[in-house]
């Protein structure tokens, strides 16, 4: 059973423009989001988080939305960079300090 | 955030033996985990390792399997134990945030391949 779903494996962009990556959960009970992004050969990077008590948490480019109805969010990066080419991970948790639960990736590509 | 390594960064193993991954950390952290992640596939939870306790294992994880340490605040290892083929992976440490403990940080991986 496939908690967290990420149901685009890629995603092309030009450079300047938008990237929204989507992901989708399940599990109602959870209660904290977050985006990593990973290099090839490298471990993933902490990007972005919200609580589920918001619906909207912004850092720089990165914007993520939170539509606890709909148990969907997404990640805005804007402007899109060559530098942001990566695959992006969203994952769950419920409990302080407990397990996180990964979607399955987002092969991001930005195009100069 | 914490500064993690890892050890080795990658092996090549025969099938039937075992490895030990090595996680070091830069700053006392409670909780260490262990994941998986499998070719084209999602980063996967292995265990949860505490200073001074037995791990908690995962649903389809076994410490026969995958014997962890933890004999401080600062260092975890992971065995890969009697290995097969399907073992082959990218294994992963991460430890919690300082601050916010839902957030978690990993290291840069130990990429097996099982021959």
């Known amino acids: 059973d496939q908690q967290v779903k990420q149901n685009s494996p890629s995603l092309s962009v030009q450079e300047g423009r938008i990237s929204i990556l989507n992901c989708d959960y399940t599990n109602s009970m959870f209660d904290y989001f977050l985006w990593y992004k990973k290099y090839p050969a490298e471990g993933p990077t902490f990007l972005i988080s919200i609580s589920s008590i918001k619906d909207k948490n912004e850092d720089g480019r990165f914007t993520v939305f939170l539509n606890k109805s709909a148990k969907h969010l997404s990640l805005h990066i804007v402007p899109s960079q060559p530098g942001d080419s990566a695959v992006y991970f969203c994952?769950?948790?419920?409990?302080?300090?407990?397990?996180?639960?990964f979607g399955q990736g987002t092969e991001l590509s930005v195009k100069p | 955030s914490a500064v993690i390594s890892q050890k080795p960064s990658r092996d090549i193993c025969q099938r039937g033996t075992s490895l030990t991954i090595q996680c070091q950390v830069d700053?006392?952290?409670?909780?260490m985990f262990w994941y998986r992640q499998q070719p084209g596939q999602s980063l996967t939870l292995i265990a949860t390792a505490n200073q001074g306790s037995e791990a908690t294992y995962e649903s389809g994880f076994v410490i026969d399997k995958f014997p962890i340490s933890r004999p401080n605040l600062t260092f975890s290892t992971l065995t890969v134990s009697n290995m097969s083929p399907e073992d082959s992976s990218i294994y992963l440490c991460?430890?919690?945030?300082?601050?916010?403990?839902?957030?978690?940080?990993f290291g840069p991986g130990t990429r097996l391949l099982v021959l």
């Open positions: 991460s430890v919690e945030g300082a601050v916010t403990q839902e957030t978690q940080y």
């Open positions: 700053s006392q952290v409670t909780m």
């Open positions: 994952a769950a948790t419920r409990d302080q300090g407990g397990k996180l639960i």
